[in-house]
Structures are given as structure tokens and as C-alpha cells.
């Protein structure tokens, strides 16, 4: 007997077509399995791996780290977990490969969200100290929901209908399934990097505790908690509430709600504004009728103030007048006394003396005037001035000495002058006009007399 050939396989052979069989199998690739959690242990790189088991069977199933649900994993709870077959090749073992990772029914995972939710209370993620007040006027609202869902276009007609100046930047993501917690906290995390958003919203309409379990999520939470920017939570209907609507900022009960929140209503704010600008009219008018009286009583003031322009003019020619008449008698006055003075200067002038007829003797050699007959003696040549010129003469052989007083009582004596040097004795004229040189002028004697007072300055008379 011969038996038939067969090909001949390695065994890696084998568990890589093991591997790809399960893995491309529509049935096996998308699977949600009940069971009870047994043989947890988890790595130091985070992995999680475990056993599902009833009463009759178990699987191998492993959930890598980021998947959803880690936290749920107890030895001995029930839990639901979604996944795809897979071979292992190393080992030759089939696993289940869990990306996430649910209470079993919704009863289980009302008490999941509970525990969940004292856990991140205790941490102070639902602290409302820390919470922030939102923009008055945003300029760009950033936006966490999917494209293709009704709040998405919800929160278009709430801002396009408000407040249209507000521009709005969309960070698309699904919002239902197993992929849906991540995408949303990488939805998140972009905005924050980006910067640009003034306020955030997180949205997507309403459903079951499942349809809206990927807001419960911690992943969630965190990357709300963590956000630079103002958060608003507007996920279900207004009785629905997530862990996303105790972590953000604010709450909205709906997305269309959310939009209204983040942006004022335009009608309300023109309303405002006319208001304002009626306000400051008015302001203005009365600061303006305030101004005009202001002006109106300082003009009056003002005038008040100003001298009687008229009175000063007659005030000014009167004191003209006066003092014209003052300045007249002044100089009337003062032109008597320059006459008189004038007067009294003519008859102290030598020449005027001269003129009556006494003269000025001086010795002829010396020049020295003669005031007494002891200064001449016999034969001694003298000049003799008059009021007409000045002649020589030659004292007498009989003329009487220094020491002959019966002489003195035979002619008169002139008045008496001062001697000076230069000045002249006054004496009657005698001797002969032969070679005589003119003699200088005699000086009107001092007779201690008070001298006259001066004629007044012209400033005295102004």
C-alpha cells in the first residue's frame, strides 16, 4: 500500500497561516465577549493580561496599554470585552486581543461610572475653584465633535444666527464606539497645542449609557482637566450627564445649548450698544449745555471785571490838565528864580565892580596882588588893572610905609575881598596907563552871606 504524498510544512508555517486565518476572519476580527475576569497581571510596560472564563471555557486575552477600560479589570468581575482572535507564535497560544473594556450590563456600568467618578472627585478634577470663567466676546471657538453629526451642524446655526463674528475651528472626531475616547482626547490635546481657540466645546447628541460611555471615559477627564482653555461639555440631553460634564469649565445641557453659552446674542448686544450710544448722547448734550453755561457765567464775570474804559479816559485828561497847569506854574516859578539868581550873580561880577571904579593892583615883577599899602614900597613898579585894561605904575617916593597908620585914615578902604592865589585886591585907581599889561579880574568878595539855593531840577517839576 502506498500512501499519497502530502506537502510537508514548518511549524511557523502553520502558526502564521493560524494567525492570518483568525485575524482575517469576519466573525472573529469584532467580537464582544462576557466574562469573568481570572489570572490578571499586569507588566511593567503596562500591559494588562488576563482570563475570560464561564463555566465551561476560558480564553487567553491581552489589553495593551491606552486601550480603554484597564481600570475595570478586578480577578473575579464580570466585565464585556471587545476585541479580535489572534495567534500567537512564540507561544502557540490563541488570544484575545481586548481594546476595550466595559462593565457587564447597565447596571454595571452605572456603578463603574460612580466609582470612576468619587475616584477623579478625589483627585480634584471636578474642583470648581479651578474651573475658569469663559470669554465675553470670543473670537474663534474651537469645537470636539464629529463632522457628520446633527451637533455639529446645531452648533453652526446656534453661532451663525448670534453672534457671527465668531469664527468657528472644528477638531473632528467620532463620538460613539471603541475608538471614540481616544480621538476625543487627541481632538483635545490639538486645540490646546494650537492655541488659536478662546474656548472649546466638547458635543454629540444624546443616546443610551452606552452611546455616550466614551465621554465617561478617564482619557476623557484627563485631557479636559489638562486643557489651557476654557471648556464647555454639551454631550446627550439635558438629563444625561458624563464625566466630561463634571470635569470642563461649564455644562451645557445640549450642544446647541453649548453654542449659546460660549457666544453672546448679537440682538442683545446691539440693543446694548444703541442703549450706550443714546447714553452718551445724551451725556454729551448735557456736557455741552454745562459748558455753555460755564462759558456764558464766566463772559459775564468777565465783563464785569473789565475797567470802565471811558471814566479812566476822563480820569486821564483830567490829571493831564493838572498836571499841565502844575507844570506851568513850576516853570513860571522857576523862571523867576533864574532871573533873580541871574540878577544876583551880576552884582557879584568883578568886571561890574571894576566898572565902578575901583581896580586891581599887583606888584609889576611878582604879580602878587597889593591889598595893603605896608606891601609897596617906594619906587616899586605896579600894574593897575580897570574895567577897561590894565596900565603900569611907580609907586612914589611919599607913600606910606607898613607901619604909618595916619595914611590908612586918608583913603578909603575897598571892601574886603579874599586872597586866594590868583585872586585880586580891589583898590582906587591911580598911577599912569604907560606899558601896562592887563592885570586878571578880581574876584567878588565873600561877605558870609547864605548862599542862594539852586534853581530846581526838571525831574522835582515832573
Known sequence: MTLPQQTVLTVSQVAVHLREMLESHPFLSDLWIVGEVSNLRASSSGHSYFTLKDSSASLNCVLFRGQGGAGMLENGKSVRAHGRMSFYEPRGSTDFMVDRVLPEGEGALAQELERLKARLGQEGLFEESRKRPLPQFPEVVGVVTSPTGAAWQDIQNVVRRRYPLARLLLSPTQVQGLEAAPQIATALDLLDSDGSADVIIVARGGGSLEDLWPFNEEIVARAIFRNRIPVVSGVGHETDFTIADYVADRRAPTPSAAAELVVPDGSILLQTIQAWTERAHRSAIRAVDASKQEVSSLSRRLESGLPDLDHLKRQVDDLADVLGTHLQTRLNVSRLEVNSFESRLRTLDPAATLRRGFAVVQH?????????????????????????????????????????????????????????????????????????EPAPQARPARRGRRRPPEPPAMDRLL
Open 364 to 436: 609889576g615883577e611878582t604879580g602878587r596882588v597889593v591889598s595893603g599899602v605896608g606891601q609897596v614900597g617906594s619906587g616899586e613898579t605896579l600894574t593897575i588893572t580897570v574895567s577897561d585894561g590894565a596900565f603900569r605904575a611907580t609907586a612914589g617916593d611919599g607913600a606910606p610905609g607898613p607901619t604909618d597908620p595916619a595914611t590908612s585914615a586918608d583913603f578909603p578902604r575897598p571892601p574886603q575881598v579874599a586872597e586866594p592865589e590868583s585872586s585880586s585886591a580891589v583898590a582906587p585907581g591911580k598911577g599912569t596907563s604907560e606899558g601896562a
